[in-house]
């Protein structure tokens, strides 16, 4: 069965670090570039990291804080955050891009996306 499965979210305070990670299983994980996405109450889906062929890429609001790696031999997907700040509230999906490549631009939603699992719920407040 094609599926990821996020772990690892919960409540934290303001300057508070998380690790999330992702399980994927049925399909060969270390040919695919892979993404992590969020989705906070009311809004768009947005692209928050991807990594492949060696590369990692991070949008503006958290580069410098957040992580991402990955272990092909475990087929798995890490997103180590810090200092986490309120407007980080948001449901992290793990997400498997249609055209993965170092100049996409993620423009489409969850249309840019073939697989994703059901999210872990991050919620930064003090």
């Known amino acids: 069965q094609v599926q990821l499965v996020e772990s690892g979210g919960g409540l934290v305070q303001p300057g508070g670090t998380l690790r999330l990670s992702c399980a994927a299983s049925g399909f060969t994980f270390s040919s695919y570039g892979m993404a992590w996405v969020r989705q906070a109450p009311g809004k768009g889906v947005e692209w928050v990291s991807d990594i492949g062929a060696g590369a990692t890429r991070y949008s503006d609001s958290v580069k410098g804080r957040f992580t991402i790696s990955r272990d092909n031999a475990k087929s798995a997907l890490y997103l180590q955050m810090n200092s986490l700040k309120p407007e980080d509230t948001a449901m992290y999906y793990c997400?498997?891009?249609?055209?993965?490549?170092?100049?996409?631009?993620?423009?489409?939603?969850?249309?840019?996306?073939?697989?994703w699992g059901q999210g872990t719920q991050v919620t930064v407040s003090s």
């Open positions: 997400a498997r891009p249609k055209q993965y490549s170092i100049h996409e631009t993620y423009s489409n939603g969850w249309a840019d996306y073939s697989l």
